[in-house]
């Protein structure tokens, strides 16, 4: 089974996932953004999320997991719990 491994930021608007994108895109780091801006409990590991196979996230977050670039910052992505920024590190 595919497995992937990815890391992500939860806010509660558009523009503030916009705005997080552009640091990053501009040089400040992931998991630093993630430690002080995320709302998801993983954002105090800098928005790991770990392991994770096809079917063990919302919808949303499977379809830019499973087809998009690695290491590359993705989002926003909105799902029922708010605005994601994602970047998926590893896939298998």
């Given at each position: 089974m595919t497995?992937?491994t990815?890391?992500?930021i939860?806010?509660?608007?558009?523009?503030?996932c916009?705005?997080l994108?552009q640091a990053?895109?501009n040089g400040?780091d992931?998991?630093?953004?993630?430690?002080?801006?995320?709302r998801?409990?993983?954002g105090?590991?800098?928005?790991?999320?770990g392991s994770?196979?096809?079917?063990?996230m919302?919808p949303?977050?499977?379809?830019?997991?499973?087809n998009?670039d690695l290491?590359t910052?993705?989002?926003?992505?909105?799902?029922?719990f708010g605005?994601?920024?994602?970047?998926?590190t590893?896939r298998s």
């Amino acid at each position: 089974m595919t497995q992937a491994t990815a890391r992500h930021i939860l806010v509660e608007t558009e523009a503030k996932c916009d705005e997080l994108k552009q640091a990053i895109e501009n040089g400040q780091d992931f998991a630093e953004v993630a430690r002080e801006y995320s709302r998801c409990p993983s954002g105090r590991n800098g928005g790991d999320l770990g392991s994770f196979g096809p079917g063990q996230m919302v919808p949303e977050f499977d379809q830019a997991v499973f087809n998009s670039d690695l290491n590359t910052v993705i989002g926003p992505i909105r799902t029922q719990f708010g605005y994601h920024l994602l970047e998926v590190t590893s896939r298998s």
